[in-house]
């Protein structure tokens, strides 16, 4: 008969303590019917693999090199599925999110240095999902970009109220979003006539001009941080344990396996999402030799035009919309994720929401005033890569904790998935090094 694991710090407050366990599953024999109860979690994290900081990097990778850089954002994809099957593993077998087990493994000091570094990795992440809402603002409805960035702000008004009614209207309102993107890119794949062949060559072997060219590894790293993200392995960690599955050794396995199906279906649409970005940026922009769009108004303004089609933009720029939209949510829970673990600080959603929103929407009104709404093409890409060099800080302590047995008792990573898990690892830490010496050298 099965028995119940204990918690592993105690009595502790758990993560997110207002919607843990608040997801009831189904207890049906029917694979499907309890598979659908665990179906949420992954969506709510592909969101930031298909946020408008995303664009910009395919944009400007695929106007640039053409189908080049399709390899790095498969690369990337597989590392978040990989990454992201990590941090759920580690919430469901530990009961804990990653932020809890780092402060409670590497103490105070340690802990608010990984929270500043949590931190500015979500500001990043918030500063291109403003961005990217108030071009589309812009584009839809001809507000100006700082109005548009202002507008951005009423967003924590829905986040609270969905979040007043229940978990389960956030996930909704969240695959609803991704649903739309999904839509708008699918029509523009068929639009832009894209070459297969050459397509499906760069999608799945890779060209050694990715790390000899500066300009395109910059990219590249760029994709990198875009995709996977280091705020999204604290989410993970949290939000799996939302469900009411049994915390007893049969139940943690199942619901394992099932967050982990959820989580690959996701990443999977994202992979479809972030390819359609690039691709249509490589059949529309760099086949008429427009190489140089990096901006997502140049985008918007050329599409229509090279495609022949006058919805095309429009369709562009409702799902940019939904992207800036989809994004905002996920980033206001991570941020309280992090918060409540590294530092065990609680504020209200509203505050926190106001003071995440405002680290992003300060810098981005300076940008703009200074040097109009050009410079928000490079500070889109900077976010980007910004992510990218907080990423290491929270993969290495994920790695560290799933493979260690006192923590994951029988969940503990197989010999084989530590060697790959510490190489993705090892991979993303030297990438990122390689672009601090190619930033130094100028």
């Not at 918030?126 to 001809?142: N, R, W, Y």
Request: proline content about 4%.
């Amino acid at each position: 008969m099965a028995t119940e694991i204990p918690k592993s710090v105690g009595l502790q407050e758990p993560s997110l303590p207002e919607v843990h366990a608040s997801v009831r599953i189904s207890k049906s024999p029917v694979y499907w019917r309890r598979l659908l109860g665990f179906l949420g979690p992954g969506f709510l994290i592909s969101v930031g693999y298909m946020d408008p900081g995303n664009w910009a990097t395919d944009i400007a990778g695929g106007s640039r090199f053409g189908y080049t850089l399709l390899f790095v954002i498969m690369l990337s994809n597989l590392m978040a599925i990989l990454l992201q099957s990590l941090a759920l593993k580690l919430g469901i077998a530990t009961e804990r999110d990653l932020a809890q087990l780092c402060h409670e493994n590497y103490g105070r000091k340690a802990s608010f240095v990984l929270w500043v570094g949590a931190e500015i990795a979500i500001a990043a992440c918030d500063l291109a999902e403003v961005i990217g809402s108030a071009i589309a603002l812009q584009l839809l409805f001809h507000i100006p970009l700082i109005v548009g960035v202002l507008i951005t702000g009423l967003d924590v008004l829905l986040i609270l109220l969905l979040q007043k009614w229940g978990f389960r209207y956030i996930e909704a309102l969240v695959i609803a979003l991704i649903g739309t993107i999904l839509g708008m890119f699918g029509v523009q794949m068929f639009l832009s006539r894209p070459d297969y062949w050459p397509l499906l060559h760069s999608l799945f072997v890779p060209s050694f001009a990715i790390v000899t060219n500066p300009a395109m590894l910059y990219i590249a790293i760029g994709i990198l941080g875009a995709t996977v993200m280091p705020h999204n392995l604290y989410l993970h960690s949290s939000i799996v344990q939302s469900r009411r599955y049994k915390r007893t050794p049969e139940g943690k396995r199942e619901a394992i396996h099932m967050a982990g199906v959820d989580s690959a279906l996701a990443l999977t649409v994202a992979l479809f999402v972030n390819a359609a970005i690039l691709i249509v940026a490589a059949a529309v922009f760099h086949r008429s030799g427009h190489f140089e769009v990096a901006a997502i108004e140049d985008a918007y303004k050329l599409l229509s035009p090279l495609v022949g089609a006058g919805f095309a933009s429009t369709l562009f720029a409702v799902a940019l919309l939904a992207s800036g939209q989809n994004s905002s949510i996920t980033g206001t829970l991570a941020g309280q994720i992090v918060m409540e673990g590294f530092i065990h600080l609680k504020v209200s959603p509203w505050l926190r929401r106001l003071i995440t929103r405002s680290l992003a929407i300060i810098p981005t009104i300076i940008v703009v005033a200074i040097n109009g709404e050009r410079g928000t093409e490079k500070l889109l890409i900077l976010s980007q890569v910004i992510l990218s060099m907080q990423l290491s800080f929270a993969v290495v302590p994920l790695v560290m904790f799933t493979g260690d047995r006192r923590k994951m008792g029988e969940f503990v990573n197989a010999t084989w998935l530590k060697v790959l898990a510490w190489s993705t690892a090892v991979v993303i830490a030297g990438l990122n090094a390689w672009l601090l010496v190619q930033t130094v050298k100028g």
